[in-house]
């Protein structure tokens, strides 16, 4: 009886070992045939063979300030691990508004001091050392962004010493600066948010009536597009005399597309351009978002992020990933940074390294 009873045993155990080896082969077989194609009709590709959603990589910089406090610094986001941490380790500065050369060798910044003065450095990403590119002024500096060949950078400034922030004033009350990086600088024109075109000798930027173009060379100023009238795409609401404080506008080089976010319709407008200089689109896309900020797009220029404010819960900005896909941007992923604020809606800069 033993030794049948221990045959049977053996027998059972046998079993066993080939019994689960086979059952995991069947899970994982079931797995294989089931999940993998379920993933071909969840991440599908666009024209181009690329997947439409996908862990996203790069370094996004964003001026953030811890709730409670009066104190705006960098913040460099990594992906895909989304781990948030202070560019400079310690400041005693307020540091914003990060914008990167095209080379990635410098990045340009403003910085605000205790004595109420400001202005722009420049950051060597190698050494690390910072220099002046404007002296100290009592005007706050807004934007700076570099031109294309990485020698100029553009920034605009309210000048008034009574109200150096620019609070409640036109658009084009303020000034908008060319700045070599040694610091040679000349007010070329009046209006907010400068960047510079692809060619370099021409700049964009934003008055109370529309997007203007000026070329650097000829002087010559021109609107591009009306904005803020009940026929134009971006309206002004009537309670709103200062259309141009709700807006946010960037453009991508790598896609020829150019976005303009509207805070106070709660509104983003995507411009799929056929040229920028005259300024000709051949679609635009609109859709609803929540207080949009800042659209800044990724290097290749098919996905941006903006930066949302949640009804429910102010003061926890939601950053939102979408990507451009040929019929409406897809939102493919968001979320809230936790016990920061944007206190002014500050800009950013999305890198590849």
């Known amino acids: 009886m033993e030794t049948e009873f221990e045959n049977k045993k053996q027998k059972n155990l046998l079993l066993w070992i080939i019994a689960i080896p086979l059952a995991f082969l069947s899970v994982l077989l079931l797995y294989l045939l089931v999940f993998s ?63 990167f050369s095209s080379d990635l060798k410098n990045m340009v910044f403003a910085r605000g001091y205790e004595d109420s003065t400001f202005q722009i450095l420049l950051l060597d990403e190698e050494t690390q050392e910072i220099s002046e590119v404007t002296p100290r002024t009592e005007f706050f500096v807004r934007n700076p962004m570099f031109s294309p060949s990485g020698d100029k950078i553009v920034y605009w400034l309210y000048e008034n010493e009574q109200n150096p922030w620019g609070v409640g004033v036109k658009a084009e009350e303020n000034s908008i600066y060319i700045s070599s990086l040694d610091g040679e600088r000349e007010k070329v024109a009046n209006g907010v948010y400068p960047f510079f075109a692809p060619e370099g000798e021409v700049i964009m930027f934003v008055k109370n009536d529309g997007l203007y173009s000026l070329d650097l060379k000829t002087g010559d100023e021109e609107l591009m597009i009306k904005l803020f009238t009940s026929e134009s795409i971006v309206t002004l609401p009537e309670f709103d005399a200062l259309g141009w404080a709700a ?107």
């Open 247 to 353: 807006l946010r506008v960037n453009y991508s080089f790598a896609e020829n597309i150019l976005a303009i976010t509207d805070s106070v319709n709660k509104e983003v407008h995507v411009f799929e351009l056929e040229t920028l200089i005259p300024f000709e689109y051949s679609s635009v896309k609109t859709f609803d978002a929540s207080k949009p900020n800042w659209p800044v797009f990724s290097p290749e220029g098919d996905y941006f992020f903006i930066l949302e404010y949640q009804e429910q819960s102010p003061g926890f900005p939601l950053l939102s990933f979408l990507y451009l896909d040929s019929e409406m941007p897809e939102r493919i992923d968001s979320f809230t940074i936790n016990n920061y604020d944007v206190v002014y809606m500050w800009s950013g800069d999305w890198i590849i390294r």
């Open 37 to 99: 194609e379920a993933d071909s009709d969840v991440f599908k590709r666009d024209e181009k063979e690329r997947p439409k959603f996908h862990r996203l990589e790069g370094e996004i910089y964003l001026t953030l300030t811890p709730l409670g406090e009066d104190s705006p610094d960098l913040y460099r986001l990594s992906m895909p691990s989304f781990t948030l941490e202070p560019v400079f380790e310690e400041s005693e500065y307020r540091n914003y508004m990060a914008s």
